[in-house]
């Protein structure tokens, strides 16, 4: 059973958890269900109490990379999820919040807002509207692979480069450039290579290497676990292996 109305103690825990988590536009209570917005994340969030703390969201994107089996209840949004100590919604809260931050649209919208009035006749000032796009792309990867290359585990941030899986000059639209899908947060090492298509990956995220790489340079590439990969990377992989990778394997 729902706590409705939330009393003093359940509203300000709901209340800390999603403003420490980046959730910080409240949007009223209903049936005990508290809404939560950003200006930085897409989507709402719902946070209530029962024999559980509770969350619901709405973001389809969020649900389809949490990771959650949802519990089968009713509540608002798209998917709610049920925790048995406020402890275990805390520890899934910051993934929730670095998802609707990085997940398309977001990006875009982001670097819409900050370009809308910058000039772009020359090609100085389109230089300058890349940068910002690039600036943007960066920072969403940075969040969606939780500031560490998925591939060495390196989380030194001057180390980590924001590599393009499909190139930004070969994309067809801002969306595209800037979709958290077509990137890979990698160390500098193997972004080199894999701007350079010495290296790929296959559909399980592990590397595949180019017969161009010495052996110095392979032995070099060390790495600790597969990348872990949705359909919408896997995609874009595909045209890396069949286009840059494929160059070099003669």
């Not at 109490?49 to 994107?61: K, Q, T, V, Y």
């Amino acid at each position: 059973m729902i706590e409705a109305p939330q009393s003093f103690v359940t509203r300000q825990e709901c209340d800390k958890l999603a403003f420490q988590n980046g959730f910080r536009r409240t949007h009223g209570e209903n049936a005990g269900w508290r809404r939560y917005g950003s200006t930085t994340a897409q989507g709402s969030i719902w946070l209530a109490r029962g024999e559980d703390w509770l969350l619901a969201l709405d973001h389809a994107g969020v649900i389809a990379e949490i990771g959650l089996a949802p519990a089968d209840l009713p509540g608002p949004g798209l998917a709610r999820y049920a925790f048995a100590d406020l402890g275990a919604l805390y520890a899934v809260m910051p993934r929730v919040y670095q998802l609707a931050a990085s997940l398309p649209e977001a990006p875009l919208d982001t670097f819409r807002e900050k370009v809308k009035n910058l000039p772009q006749s020359t090609e100085a000032e389109r230089l300058v509207v890349q940068r910002v796009g690039q600036d943007i792309f960066r920072a969403s990867l940075m969040e969606y692979w939780q500031r560490r290359c998925p591939l060495t585990g390196i989380a030194d941030a001057p180390l980590l480069r924001a590599s393009h899986i499909i190139p930004w000059k070969l994309c067809e639209t801002d969306a595209e450039r800037l979709n958290v899908h077509n990137g890979l947060l990698l160390s500098a090492l193997w972004d080199a290579a894999f701007d350079k298509g010495l290296v790929s990956f296959d559909d399980e995220g592990r590397p595949m290497f180019s017969p161009g790489l010495s052996d110095g340079a392979r032995a070099a590439l060390r790495w600790q676990a597969p990348i872990p990969l949705g359909p919408e990377h896997r995609k874009r992989l595909a045209w890396h292996r069949e286009t840059l990778f494929q160059q070099n394997q003669r």
